[in-house]
């Protein structure tokens, strides 16, 4: 059965770094693009970030460049997001999901971890 867990969400100060990890199984995750996505209360969920199946190439939205970074370990099934310099407007519920192709809608989500920028 395909699961995608995500985990390293927590409470950090702006300024602070936090580093979120999603370990997936059931699937051929090297195949698969792997995206980070967030929802903050009362918004709709945004994409957050990509990266290809091979780790080649990447995408951010315009709000995170500069600050995060999306990187993968097909080894360990695991992809990773590092964030930086966060900001209180960070703060959301931050999903992985899982698609079969770069433009393709996710075909699997996991149940998220929240993160908190708060002074």
């Known amino acids: 059965q395909v699961q995608l867990v995500e985990s390293g969400g927590g409470l950090v100060q702006p300024g602070g770094s936090l580093r979120l990890s999603c370990t997936a199984s059931g699937f051929s995750f090297s195949t698969y693009v792997m995206s980070w996505y967030r929802q903050a209360p009362g918004k709709q969920r945004e994409l957050v970030a990509t990266i290809s199946s091979l780790g080649r190439n990447t995408n951010y939205a315009d709000s995170v460049k500069g600050r995060f970074t999306i990187s993968r370990d097909n080894g360990k099934n695991t992809v990773y997001l590092q964030m930086d310099n966060l900001k209180p407007e960070d703060t959301a519920a931050f999903y992985c999901?899982?698609?079969?192709?770069?433009?393709?809608?996710?075909?699997?989500w996991g149940q998220g971890t929240q993160v908190a920028v708060s002074s």
């Open positions: 999901s899982a698609s079969s192709g770069w433009y393709r809608p996710p075909n699997y």
